[in-house]
C-alpha cells in the first residue's frame, strides 16, 4: 500500500496533509525519514508520525450505553448524534448496528466492520434483542400470549414475529421484552396495539452482548474478543 494511503486510512489527516508532513521531515518508516508519499510499505513496517507509531487500520467494535435526546446517525443538523459521544478518528467509517429512537437509551454497537453488521441486522439472523419496557397502564398477564403470537400493527402485511414478554414481579408497569426482529418503534407499535402506552425504554441486550453495567450513561468501550465473537 502507498504510504500516503495507509496514513490517511489510519488517521484523520487527508493525503495532502501527508505529503506536507513528508516534506517537514515528520513522517518515518522503519526509523528512516520518508522520501515519497508513493513508496510502499505493509503492515509489519513501523511508521511513525510526529514520533507517534500508526497502527496499521483494522476493525473496530464499539459498545455504547447511549443517552436519551441523542439520534443513531452518524450526522443530524438539529440534534447531536450517538457517533459526537466517541473520541475516535476515521467516524465517517463508523456504521450504527441497529439504531434506537431519540427517546430509547442503552446498548448500541457500534463498529466499521460491515458484515459483523450485517450478521446482526439481517432479518435472517433472528438475533434476539433484550428490552426493558416502562408502561403508562398496568401490563396485563394476557399480554405475553399475544405478544408470542405476533401482533399486526397497522400498515404492516404480517404479524409480529414471536416476542416473549416477562413482567416484573415487582412491578406490574415494568417487563423484559425479546424481539427477534426491528421494525420501525416496534416495541412502542406493539403495546400501542394492545391500548398500552409505552413511556421508558431501554435496551439491555443483542444477542449475547449486554450492556456493561459499569459503563456509564453517554460512554462507550471497546468490545472484548468474546463479545465480537459471539455474533456468528
Avoid at 473496530?60 to 459521544?85: G, Q, W
Avoid at 454497537?109 to 408502561?135: A, E, M
Wanted: charged content about 25%.
Amino acid at each position: 500500500m502507498r504510504l500516503d494511503k495507509f496514513i490517511s486510512n489510519s488517521t484523520d489527516y487527508s493525503r495532502t496533509q501527508v505529503r506536507r508532513a513528508i516534506k517537514m521531515g515528520q513522517i518515518t518508516v522503519n526509523g528512516h525519514m520518508a522520501k515519497s508519499a508513493s513508496q510502499n510499505v505493509n503492515d509489519d513496517d513501523h511508521i511513525s508520525l510526529e514520533g507517534q507509531h500508526i497502527k496499521p487500520p483494522g476493525p473496530r467494535y464499539f459498545m455504547l450505553n447511549k443517552p436519551l435526546d441523542y439520534v443513531c446517525a452518524n450526522k443530524d443538523s438539529e440534534h447531536s448524534t450517538v457517533i459526537d459521544l466517541l473520541d475516535e478518528i476515521r467516524q465517517d467509517q463508523l456504521q450504527i448496528v441497529g439504531r434506537l429512537d431519540i427517546d430509547t437509551t442503552g446498548l448500541v454497537l457500534i463498529t466499521d466492520d460491515g458484515q459483523w453488521n450485517h450478521r446482526i441486522t439481517s432479518p435472517r439472523s433472528q438475533c434476539d434483542k433484550v428490552y426493558h419496557v416502562t408502561t403508562s397502564e398496568p401490563i396485563e398477564k394476557s399480554y405475553a400470549a399475544q405478544f408470542e403470537q405476533g401482533i399486526q400493527l397497522e400498515s404492516e402485511n404480517k404479524p409480529t414475529l414471536p416476542a416473549f414478554l416477562s413482567i416484573d414481579p415487582n412491578s406490574e408497569k415494568q417487563a423484559a421484552l425479546t424481539l427477534r426482529e426491528g421494525k420501525y418503534h416496534q416495541v412502542k407499535r406493539m403495546f400501542a396495539a394492545l391500548g398500552n402506552h409505552v413511556e421508558a425504554l431501554h435496551r439491555h441486550s443483542i444477542g449475547a452482548i449486554e450492556l456493561d453495567p459499569n459503563l456509564p450513561c453517554g460512554e462507550y468501550r471497546p468490545l472484548t474478543q468474546a463479545e465480537i465473537d459471539s455474533i456468528q
